[in-house]
């Protein structure tokens, strides 16, 4: 996108954009000939975005200009976070409203029902035309059976490498833009959608953007089921990056990191040597692979200004997690360290204010904000509160008082590379993360004032606060009784898969993505699975 095009659409934006005390008026919509003073929905949610690449020090290092527009032209959330580090798990909680323990969505492979009841369906019951395109992957039964295994067998006596080693890889030439084809080509269908369809609609509409970018790409040397350790991009993307801005971050040596840390940095094959110059490179290449995704953000936006209708429509820009890109000796998500449990949350449209909101929020936050948004009573049943009252600079006299945010927010994962099932409390200056039965498995505190990059756990010298906050969590969610849950479930999981199978048990198992690990002691490994699956168990 040229910089004439953006100076043009931040022209555009100054009319509905809150100015300190002046007032900003409803706009009517100048796309279509409808007239019920609903706004439009345009959410692009994308894959494994670091939400701190919006504000923190490291939005230096690339170059993001439809998200820095976004910023001067709406609200910015400071701190917005997954309610689960993985795929399928964070968007169940964003599409119902719901924290995971409620809806059960441990895993990627089991989400949502496809015939549960989403905030899109309930805008359509209420008039909205609405319109998918791309990534939705809230429902269970799918991603690979690698993923789900090993989710299973978390708990299973072994340490096996689950991932290929994450490299970084440069394609094509200065002049190669669209890398990630697919993304690219569900994003020329929502413009087209735009400027053919929305633009003759005589209701209000919504609209989802579901892109598979950040997220790394396929690593097909990893085997059969394999994983996605590439970070890949192109030089036309990598020019957009500084590379004298980019961190290398402090690994803990391994006598001192968290138990479950190593297991997750070993399965992700990840605890072997890497050079300053290899962690630059896969750093480099992911935000390279964020301005690739900004830029698909970029046309969306521009689609909707050059049919008018970015005059009458919200825009909401998030991602369903974060990527570590080697932070804590990682990559991927499926932790609660900042990097892949905090999101981006940008929204901007009629009466948004243009502000940085300090406020904690989460997923689960989108479904009653997407009610609220088309005046559709809320639930009380949810997880989540309409992020509305933060954002608007002017309230609407009709709509009735909604609930006031807490303080805090809750991420829980239960997913693969991470052998016990995690719960993170987000509040003021703390984050505490507690694991599995409350007692087998040491908690974490962070002090994100002093220590934003999480290298001092200071639950020892903290004991009252790790027992207020741990009282705090409790309070939410009885964490010890949900772990048994989540392990019952996958023992009976991996019992009928063994059935299913049958006799191609053994090999199945063999050939997953631990395949170069497994077969070296196939036997052992086995037996292992087979031992914990008897263990403290009725089945």
Not at 388 to 404: D, G, Y
Request: hydrophobic share 35%.
């Amino acid at each position: 996108m040229s910089s004439t095009v953006i100076v043009a659409l931040i022209l555009l934006l100054q009319p509905f954009v809150y100015w300190g005390t002046a007032e900003a008026k409803p706009l009517l919509v100048t796309g279509s000939c409808r007239d019920d003073g609903k706004l439009n929905v345009v959410i692009v949610m994308c894959d494994s975005f670091d939400g701190r690449l919006t504000f923190h020090r490291e939005n230096e290092t690339v170059a993001l200009p439809f998200i820095n527009l976004m910023k001067r032209g709406g609200s910015l959330f400071l701190n917005a976070y997954t309610n689960s580090p993985i795929c399928c798990p964070s968007r169940a909680a964003m599409w119902s409203g719901l924290f995971n323990h409620l809806t059960e969505s441990w895993n990627n492979f089991k989400g949502l029902d496809p015939n549960y009841t989403t905030w899109m369906d309930l805008m359509e019951k209420y008039g909205y035309y609405t319109q998918k395109y791309g990534k939705i992957d809230y429902t269970s039964g799918h991603h690979s059976l690698s993923n789900r295994v090993e989710a299973w067998t978390r708990n299973v006596d072994f340490l096996l490498h689950q991932e290929g080693r994450p490299v970084a890889k440069l394609i094509g030439d200065k002049k190669y833009m669209r890398v990630m084809k697919k993304d690219w080509k569900i994003t020329d269908k929502a413009k087209t959608w735009i400027r053919n369809k929305a633009t003759n609609l005589t209701q209000p509409f919504v609209l989802y953007l579901g892109l598979n970018l950040p997220h790394p790409y396929p690593s097909p040397s990893s085997g059969e089921n394999y994983g996605a350790s590439t970070f890949l991009t192109s030089p036309y993307w990598l020019e957009r990056v500084t590379y004298k801005a980019i961190r290398i971050p402090k690994w803990s040596p391994f006598s001192e990191m968290h138990p479950v840390d190593y297991y997750s940095s070993y399965t992700k094959n990840c605890t072997g040597k890497f050079t300053q110059k290899e962690i630059r490179a896969i750093r480099a290449h992911y935000y390279a692979m964020c301005a690739e995704t900004d830029a698909m953000l970029g046309e969306i936006i521009s689609a909707l200004s050059e049919t008018g209708l970015l005059k009458s429509t919200l825009v909401i820009f998030t991602a369903d997690h974060g990527e570590l890109a080697m932070e804590h000796r990682q990559f991927y998500k499926m932790s609660m360290y900042e990097a892949s449990s905090h999101i981006p949350l940008l929204i901007m449209g009629p009466n948004i204010k243009s502000q940085v909101i300090s406020s904690m929020v989460s997923l689960v936050d989108i479904y009653p904000t997407m009610l609220d948004v088309a005046r559709i009573p809320i639930p009380k049943n949810l997880s989540g509160y309409s992020l509305l009252p933060l954002i608007q600079a002017k309230t609407e006299n009709n709509i009735p008082s909604r609930k006031q945010h807490p303080g805090w927010v809750l991420s829980e994962f239960h997913g693969c590379n991470v052998n016990s099932s995690t719960y993170m409390l987000r509040t003021g200056k703390w984050k505490y993360i507690a694991y599995s039965d409350d007692h087998s498995v040491s908690p974490q505190l962070f002090d994100l004032s002093a220590d934003p990059d999480e290298l001092t756990n200071v639950a020892t010298k903290f004991p009252e606060m790790v027992q207020t906050l741990n009282r705090k969590l409790h309070s939410i969610i009885d964490y010890p009784k949900v772990s048994a849950l989540v392990e019952l479930y996958n023992k009976q999981q991996i019992i009928k898969w063994k059935e299913s199978v049958g006799q191609n048990y053994s090999d199945i198992l063999a050939n997953l993505r631990w395949h170069q690990d497994w077969k070296k002691h196939p036997k052992k490994y086995e037996h292992a699975v087979d031992k914990w699956i008897k263990g403290n168990s009725n089945l």
